[in-house]
């Protein structure tokens, strides 16, 4: 299934805020195995998590049951003005920010996060190569991400 990321909003039909049933019947069937899981964050503050393995997704709730957070693997295939970004190397998502002149990209060892489109591009094997491909892609709704530690907040 193609989503076109919209920036601090969500994607076509499920947009941040959310309540969690509503997004599962647009997404499909969640993973039986997984169930809901209410993980507590680095932070101390717990969400809820919900795989949706048919459809590629995953998605993060605030423990009202309220979506903050959708990641993408495969099958699912995220777009971003018109780019599709699942393995996309790490060199062209790179160029891909700086023609949007996104001077708010961080790079880290393994992700690139962009604070202007609330986008993480998750290259697990950036550390061994540049052309690494992207496997995941979250994009998450404004205060999710703690652009000063580098880490998510999950508040």
């Given at each position: ?32 195995e997984?169930?809901?899981l209410?993980?507590?964050s ?29 990641q993408f ?6 777009v971003?003005k ?18 949007l ?7 880290f060892?393994?992700a ?6 609330g986008?993480?591009l998750e ?7 540049v052309?690494?491909?992207v496997?995941?892609v979250?994009?998450f709704?404004e ?8 880490t998510?907040?999950?508040?």
């Amino acid at each position: 299934m193609e989503f076109e990321l919209i920036p601090y909003i969500g994607v076509k039909f499920v947009h941040f805020g959310m309540e969690r049933d509503k997004v599962g019947n647009i997404l499909g069937e969640k993973d039986q195995e997984i169930g809901d899981l209410t993980i507590e964050s680095q932070t101390g503050v717990s969400y809820i998590y919900q795989e949706y393995f048919k459809t590629g997704v995953s998605a993060y709730y605030h423990v009202d049951g309220t979506l903050k957070a959708i990641q993408f693997f495969e099958p699912s295939i995220p777009v971003f003005k018109g780019i599709k970004l699942l393995n996309t190397s790490y060199r062209k998502v790179n160029k891909i920010f700086k023609e949007l002149e996104d001077n708010s990209v961080l790079c880290f060892d393994d992700a690139i996060v962009s604070r202007k489109y609330g986008i993480c591009l998750e290259i697990p094997d950036l550390i061994d190569t540049v052309v690494a491909p992207v496997k995941f892609v979250t994009l998450f709704e404004e205060g999710y991400y703690d652009f000063e530690s580098g880490t998510l907040i999950y508040e």
